[in-house]
């Protein structure tokens, strides 16, 4: 996602990708190198005076560090493409507190703090968003747009194009992920469907829509059939309600917002144009362009001082920890990704009575104080969570504010 964003940025008017932070300098320098940036053109800089000299001079800067980033001062705004939470706790409050606009691309971080650092950066004076391009951002362009129009939204979702596997790990999906030039561990989120359940979770802290059901129904249908599908069950569809979220298995890469509209001439507009007879009808935007994107979100933010997409107030929903296989008593886990577990989409009225655990709150080093059979949602009191993490320490912090609903 950083490579990508750094060569379309290299490529647009207007803007910059002036400094890029990594876990060592070759990576970083290998970003603007893959941009076509000559290599004589970028500058390693050990401090934020070296890094603000270095731009200035129209050098491209590359960092081990990722402190200078958001004290530099030539910059104006920060995207964290990381998708570890507990990193991106810190990118973001250094970000905000260094007076720079945020654009997270890690949606990891902003299901289990993204009111809190919303919060954190209205005080601030700043803006803290999510990007054009994830699958969230580019779902609430059509929100908005069909909301704009008149129109009754009532689903929101995504198209999901890799079958789900809820016991995938890294093992399985190792020769997959060599042939498609993947980390494993990332092809294995999205397999097991956790990347497809944080962003669902984030779609509704944005709109306060909610999953219909745990996890959601996971339908496969093509475009038309949401016409359909997405009616309530006593009008022939699957759904107990409307003002949900939902994946669907056939229409990927792309996003949608099925509607309705009372009015008789509109609904034979959209009939005429080939949506449908109704009374439903699916707006589907058949790409998102992940970071390639997101340099529109980081302009809207420093010229328009308009965010993307964010957290209405409090999360609505959370993703939720479930074991992946039996748990044995201290047995470690291992976060988005891995072997032990898996995350899920539930509202937050139904996680928090039975204390299930916020996905994104497993960091290294936590281990299981009680066993958990394969499939049984983690509470807090089933695991020892380092609470020395930032992560936790601003969840524990969120969890006592008070958010306007």
């Not at 941009?35 to 270095?54: H, L, M, N, R, S």
């Not at 249908?221 to 939902?246: A, C, F, T």
């Not at 959209?270 to 589907?284: N, S, V």
């Not at 039975?354 to 709150?361: C, D, H, Q, R, S």
Request: charged share 20%; hydrophobic share 40%; glycine share 10%.
């Amino acid at each position: 996602m950083g490579r990508g964003l750094v060569s379309q940025m290299a490529l647009m008017k207007g803007i910059t990708p002036a400094i890029v932070s990594a876990t060592t300098t070759e990576r970083a320098k290998q970003a603007f190198l893959n941009a076509g940036i000559p290599a004589e053109c970028i500058a390693v800089a050990k401090t934020a005076d070296e890094a603000a000299y270095y731009i200035e001079s129209g050098k491209y800067v590359a960092t081990d560090d990722f402190s200078l980033v958001s004290s530099t001062g030539p910059v104006d705004c920060v995207v964290d493409a990381t998708g570890i939470p507990d990193v991106g706790a810190r990118v973001a409050t250094e970000t905000i507190r260094g007076g720079k606009h945020i654009v997270m691309l890690n949606v990891e971080t902003d299901v289990v703090i993204g009111p809190y650092l919303k919060h954190l950066a209205d005080t601030q004076g700043v803006i803290y968003t999510g990007s054009a391009g994830d699958e969230p951002g580019s779902v609430m362009e059509l929100y908005s747009f069909a909301r704009a129009m008149g129109m009754e939204v009532l689903v929101v979702g995504k198209g999901k194009n890799n079958g789900l596997n809820q016991t995938a790990n890294p093992d399985m999906m190792e020769e997959e992920a060599l042939r498609r030039k993947m980390n494993p561990k990332m092809l294995t989120s999205f397999r097991d469907g956790t990347k497809t359940m944080v962003e669902l979770a984030a779609m509704s802290n944005a709109t306060g829509f909610v999953p219909d059901i745990v996890g959601a129904h996971g339908i496969a249908s093509d475009v038309m059939g949401l016409n359909q599908l997405y009616k309530l069950k006593q009008d022939g569809g699957i759904l107990h309600r409307h003002g949900v979220v939902e994946f669907v298995e056939g229409i990927a890469p792309g996003v949608f917002v099925t509607v309705s509209s009372d009015n008789e001439e509109v609904a034979y507009q959209l009939d005429y144009l080939a949506l449908g007879p109704g009374p439903l009808w699916t707006f589907y935007r058949p790409y998102h362009l992940c970071s390639l994107e997101t340099p529109l979100t980081v302009a809207k933010c420093v010229i328009d001082g308009e965010a993307t997409i964010v957290p209405r107030g409090g999360l609505v929903s959370e993703c939720i920890a479930v074991a992946k296989k039996d748990l044995a008593v201290g047995e470690l886990l291992d976060g988005i990704g891995g072997y032990t577990a898996y995350g899920t989409v539930m509202e937050k009225s139904q996680s928090d009575p039975a204390g299930y655990l916020p996905f994104g709150l497993i960091t290294p080093g936590c281990r299981m104080k009680q066993p958990a059979k394969q499939g049984e949602c983690l509470t807090y009191d089933m695991v020892e969570l380092d609470q020395s993490t930032l992560i936790y320490q601003l969840r524990s912090a969120q969890d006592a504010m008070i958010f306007e609903s």
